[in-house]
């Protein structure tokens, strides 16, 4: 039986803050353990939250700097969207993504861009990039219970940590999503619908991509 959109989005919000850190602890405990962050181990660390702050904190930094819960799952999350990728405007347009949601629907948005460069990484070998993203949410319609966290091994993790080409896993998702949406939009049900969330979310991410690299080029062209 398929979920209504709204038991969806709901079984997401109403997860307890609890049970989320839980989920975030474990999640990042693995993808801080599979990243190396020697380079930033010299920075003073203070509770702001900038990239420049929280990319290459610890899990105990955060929690001895940020004073209530709040403050330290965003910090949590924060630092997820840090480790995606090696291309730090993708992390960065990550980061500010994530900093302008709320925290439960913050950790939401990191494990599925997780488990979509996960999906992304395998197509070369185990299929086509859309049959694989579809399957995936038929897996996410069919059982909202199951997350990333429990679907990626440790193995996986290390190597979806490894370095993509940004922009063509930003367009590669895209253009799939659309796919999927131009496939079921006329059927109005969950899987018009998560298309049509999964694409718009891509399109956001790429014009924050964009906007990063257009201001890198600039400041070049200053010297």
Known sequence: MISSNYDVLLSTIQKSDAVIKQEVDSFLNKLVSSSSTNNT??????NDLTYENINGITLEEIDTLFENEDDKNMARNLRLATLF???ENLSKALFNTVLGQPFNLGYT???????DKNIFLSSNSSGSLFDLLESSITNKINNTQTNSTDVISQDKLDEILTKVNSFDFLSALSSSSKKGYDKYKNE???????YNDYNLKYQELIYKYQDL???????????
């Open 109 to 115: 948005f990191l494990t599925d861009r997780y488990n």
């Open 85 to 87: 990728s090696s291309d």
């Open 213 to 223: 690299e257009n201001y890198n080029k600039n400041l070049i062209k200053q010297f």
């Open 188 to 194: 109005k049900n969950d899987y018009s619908f998560l």
């Open 41 to 46: 181990n010299s920075i003073v660390r203070t």
